[in-house]
């Protein structure tokens, strides 16, 4: 049974940061390509950054130099430092994962998903 459970968000104000942590269980969390997705009401889903299998990073230019995502193989646990947020950082942040399509983490699109927490900047 695949679980992903997210936790650190919260309200902050603008220009402070938070971390968010997702837990991951039931799969082999070091082959998993992982990433972060935000959604926010009356807004399309964003895919925020994801990270592949050896640790390479990528991130959606909204949060290029504010986000840095990292991974813990040992903890099974899934990161996203946020700094310098803004008010258009508030949103519903759901983790993520899926296996590699044919070696390659390709994109945000995932199988397995977490229930979200939710970032409000003010």
């Known amino acids: 049974h695949v679980q992903l459970v997210e936790s650190g968000g919260g309200s902050v104000q603008a220009g402070k940061s938070l971390r968010l942590s997702c837990a991951v269980s039931?799969?082999?969390?070091?082959?998993?390509?992982l990433g972060w997705v935000r959604q926010d009401p009356g807004k399309e889903r964003e895919g925020v950054a994801a990270?592949?299998?050896?640790?390479?990073?990528m991130y959606a230019d909204s949060v290029k130099g504010r986000f840095a995502i990292s991974k813990d193989n040992a903890k099974n646990t899934l990161y996203l430092q946020m700094n310098s947020l803004k008010s258009d950082d508030t949103a519903m942040y759901y983790c993520?994962?899926?296996?590699?399509?044919?070696?390659?983490?390709?994109?945000?699109?995932?199988?397995?998903w977490g229930q979200g927490t939710q970032v409000t900047v003010s």
């Open positions: 039931g799969i082999t969390f070091r082959r998993y390509c």
């Open positions: 993520a994962a899926d296996l590699p399509d044919q070696s390659r983490c390709v994109g945000y699109e995932y199988n397995y």
């Open positions: 990270i592949d299998v050896n640790g390479i990073t």
